[in-house]
């Protein structure tokens, strides 16, 4: 009864009862615009055509919430942002410029986010104009809307121009509202968009799975797949809060009388410190080559055709670049050189080790360790279920990606919610007598 109370307190405070029902509104028209079909093409055709496909093409269709199948104005779904994301994220290792409007705070970051804006809508017309190359495609295309009829009426450039003007709007749009999210709502944006994306096709998958048992149920298969998705939600819940703390100790000085410092502190490091960045890098990386294939690039023709098909191949693939960007993002937002300083500036020190060079190689060196382990368990939880649910023939796309976002995302909104409430005197979701969200477990 203590987390229902918990529950309840929510509607107690005026500020967390708007910033909820923003991000509900933010939802519900992203989800309305998932139907608006793009002009000029048959969505009946298309979701044929995306039924009948897996792999990428399926994990594309997931990410934007049925929004490809439906080819919808939001076909493109956040992902052109993320990319865009991936593509600073890339410049700030190499440009000294983009590092320096890193460290200038608030008004570096309102630059880089600008930069990023522009990035996306570049990126849009780009995938946009593939997108619109491969729905004239399969209009003569046996394996794809060919045999079931054409998905472009009337090709040509007018439909192209008329396609990129459209997805690249409603990218832009839903760029906006996830920023707008952040900002008037609670948790983040864009990953909560990313959220109603997997969520909206619980009840798709079940049906799927229902008409291709015509009605028999396999009660040992069903039972294995949910003991396989509890299994992950307690994994995920398990890495995402568990931490490695390196203790840290505050040299004593006295300013008069009075003496300060002397306290003893820890300085938290996350297992998993990309968090479920990864995994939406690796995608969104998968989903380049067929957009370049459209354009008639060499060799990516045949290389988007085999990681479309969802075998070893994608998976393998996808393993790699997750660990990669396991690595790579952890590199990039934690530096051990800065927090270093840091600890030096407050005449902070961990025991045993000398202020300066040896505490940042001692931190980097920690944070290597705990880091194969986080890129281990991201890469398992996101293959893992996947690899399962094709061995069983289970046609629901609510993988081990799906998972870990979902998981991810509920727990960063409901710390966030109940930040909101014990700021206010309130108790938390939890109640006064259990563990909070909010604390952290050490690995």
Known sequence: ??????????????????RIAFSLGVLAIYRIGVFITTPGVDRT??????????????????????????????????????????????????????????????????KLEQFTRYGTIGLSCFQSFGVAMYLEGLNNTDMGGGRFGDVVSDAGWGFRLTTMITLTSGTAFLMWMGEQATERGI??????????????????????????????????????????????????????????????????????????????????????????????????????????????VPGMSGFS?????GDWVFQTCFAALIIFFCFFYTAVTFQPVDVADNL?????????????????????????????????????????PSVVAQALRFPFQFGGTSLMIVVGVALETANQIEA????????????????RLSGRRPA
């Open 1 to 18: 009864m203590a987390i229902f109370a918990g529950f309840s307190n929510i509607t107690k405070v005026p500020e967390l009862r708007r």
């Open 45 to 110: 055709v298309m979701r044929r055509v995306v039924s009948g496909q897996g792999g990428l093409l399926g994990l594309f269709n997931l990410f934007s919430g049925g929004a490809l199948s439906n080819l919808s104005i939001f076909a493109l779904g956040i992902m052109p942002y993320i990319s865009a994301s991936i593509i600073m994220q890339l410049l700030g290792m190499v440009s000294k410029q983009v590092e320096e409007m890193r460290k200038e705070g608030e008004a570096g970051r309102r």
């Open 187 to 296: 948790g983040n944006g864009i990953s909560l968009l990313i959220l109603a994306s997997i969520l909206s096709g619980i009840p798709g998958g079940i049906g799927s799975y229902w008409a291709a048992q015509a009605g028999e149920i396999q009660p040992l298969n069903l039972a294995l797949i949910l003991s396989i998705i509890l299994v992950c939600v307690a994994t995920v819940v398990f890495f995402e809060r568990a931490q490695r703390r390196i203790p840290i100790q505050y040299a004593r000085r006295q300013v008069g009388r009075r003496v300060y410092g002397g306290q003893q502190a820890h300085l938290p490091l996350k297992v998993n410190m990309a968090s479920m960045i990864p995994p939406i890098f690796a995608s969104s990386l998968l989903m380049f080559p067929a957009t370049l294939a459209n354009f008639n």
């Open 305 to 309: 055709a085999v990681l479309n098909r």
């Open 344 to 384: 030096k500036k407050q005449q902070a020190n961990i025991p045993g080790i000398r202020p300066g060079r040896q505490t940042a190689e001692y931190i980097d060196r920690v944070l290597t360790r705990i880091t194969v382990g986080g890129a281990i368990y991201v890469a398992a939880i996101c293959v893992v």
């Open 420 to 435: 909101h409430l014990i700021t206010r005197s309130y108790e938390g979701l939890t109640g006064p007598r259990t563990t």
